[in-house]
């Protein structure tokens, strides 16, 4: 339940707005708003009328006198202790940094003590990710207990499912890393899965949000804008598309080069490194953006976000369940070998056989036909709605004949993380050289490929800091952004200073949130997660902390890029700014206050859920 805590809480709320630790906007104070009978609030958050008679001011609210406890009352196991919370660090996110502040501040004031473990990226994805699948040593008082994240977009996530069956209770030893329960959302987020019919699995997707947004892990701020700056003295052909922004595959696939310098130099201004390339298993997104290129895939995503043929010529559904797709006829992978019917039922079946990145993907599949060299036939499990997003715009495709080798060789122990001693694809670029010194990889044209791109190839590599980026570019060395992070502002300002220079965006597919570990007390219980999502006014952080440079949502989990998928109903319901509204949910919980305003759980509250759930296969 985390260390007990001997501060007193309201000296800790006044050194916090004291030292202006958390904000430096005056209206965010977390106590902010209206009281609960909608009355307004003064700058400091105390009710302009007067406490109502037998109720206790809280210093921002009021509760019940029965509400307010002695601490020599209270159960070991009614006691919260000090809660930490990770975050990205103050420079590697500073806007997300500051509105994390404040929603701390809101929750520090309703009696829930918090520190704060600031990390790198990747060091709060180690922290959080890889060591919290579960509890150090068996502790679960180690453990971690919120945190905020965020996904990088993908385009097998232009389809909501994925996102959101990553909340099913199976998918604990993957994606629901929050060891998120709930009976009713199980099984609802199945039924739209195995509904073709597109109207009655949008009312499904529709009654998934609703679950996540009342009583979900996750309390979603907003969806960013996602940015990619180019020269557009020297390339045209950027393709901004829904929910990835301008930085995706399409728009490596039809850039032009428009001078004579026709090999494009692609930087991340992140410090990330190549873990390892190969069509069934990826490191972080550095290694994702090459594999794009390298390998076909059946099906692709398309500028609005569906999906249409690829390597595939075709998509013919004979029922519900049977599949048959015909492939491109000619076609070579990059040693000159033809790609076959025999290439793309291996790929399949090596990802059911071992685990992959791609297990989920495939696991509605039951079997694979070979009609002929060039045709296959997918027999599914059962009907599966988001199969031309989910699995044949996302498998990638490697060569039978090469794998075969690996899979035999005597260093191979399995899929995951593995280096193949060759990169062999078949896509609209080849593998040439990776400079594991500098970071730096070298993708050339394939020649053959029946669609090919345009200039000569491309050199991606990484340049930590984005003014350091943005002047390479303005000087001719860098082409286009690959992961652009930094100061918007900052960024805009120093694009209009270059002619060279262009910016687009798109708002992404994937949010900025806060979520919580629901296998560890306090926030397993829906009334604390509930009073949190009061924390944020989220319209005035966007627009004052973000610079407008997004879009403030409910917590539904499904992005307002997603027009056809997003509930826009549910922001009519969401939760207000507003403390004494928190405070009367947990009042209604059955949480207590002591007079120092240090919050306790009900004496009844049930034990966190820490059996484990079915284990699946992962869904990324």
Known sequence: MGK?????????????????????????????????????????????????????????????????????????????????????????????????????????????????????????????????????????????????????????????????????????????????????????????????????????????????????????????????????????GVVPMAGLGPRNLLTFQNLTPKTDDDMLVAASTEDKTFQFIQPFDWGNENDIIQERMLYDRLMWPTQDGRAQPRLATEINYQDDTTIEMPIHEGHTFHDGMEVLAEDVKYSYELNQEYSTDLSGSVEPIDNIEIADDHRLIFNLKYPYAPIEVSTFARVMIGQKNHWEQEVNSDGFQGLQNYNPSEIIGSGPMKFESWDKDSAQMTLLKHEDHFDPIDYRGRISQSVPGVESALGQMANGDIDITLELVGNMDAIKQIVSQEDSLSITSELSVTAEWITFNNDKAPFHLDALRQAAYHGWNKEQVVEQIFDGEGESAHNGFVSPALTFWADEGLNEDRYSNDMQSAANRLVEAGFRWDEDGNLYLPEDAPAPNTAPAEEAGLNR
């Open 4 to 236: 007990p805590s001997t501060d007193s809480r309201l000296d800790r709320r006044t050194y916090v707005k004291s030292t202006g630790a958390l904000l430096a906007i005056a209206s965010f104070a977390g106590c902010g708003g209206q009281s609960g009978d909608g009355s307004p609030t003064d700058g400091e958050g105390d009710a302009t009328e007067a406490t109502p008679a037998g109720d206790v001011d809280m210093g921002g609210f009021q509760v019940p006198q029965e509400s307010i406890v002695s601490p020599s009352d209270v159960s070991d196991d009614a006691t919260i202790g000090t809660q930490e919370m990770s975050v990205v660090s103050q420079s590697n996110a500073p806007d997300m940094w500051n509105a994390t502040q404040q929603w701390i501040e809101f929750v520090t004031s309703l009696g829930v003590d918090i520190d704060v473990r600031a990390h790198p990226r990747g060091a709060q994805l180690d922290w959080v990710w890889t060591n919290g699948h579960e509890p150090p040593n068996g502790n679960y008082e180690d453990w971690w207990d919120l945190t905020t994240w965020s996904f990088s977009p993908r385009p097998s996530r232009l389809d909501p499912d994925e996102l959101l069956y990553n909340h099913h209770s199976s998918m604990q030893a993957g994606y629901n890393f929050v060891f998120w329960e709930d009976d009713e959302f199980d099984q609802v987020v199945e039924q739209q899965r195995s509904t073709p019919d597109q109207e009655e699995r949008q009312q499904l997707i529709y009654e998934c949000q609703r679950i996540l947004h009342e009583r979900g892990p996750n309390h979603v701020l907003m969806y960013p804008d996602r940015y990619t700056v180019w020269n557009s003295d020297k390339w045209e």
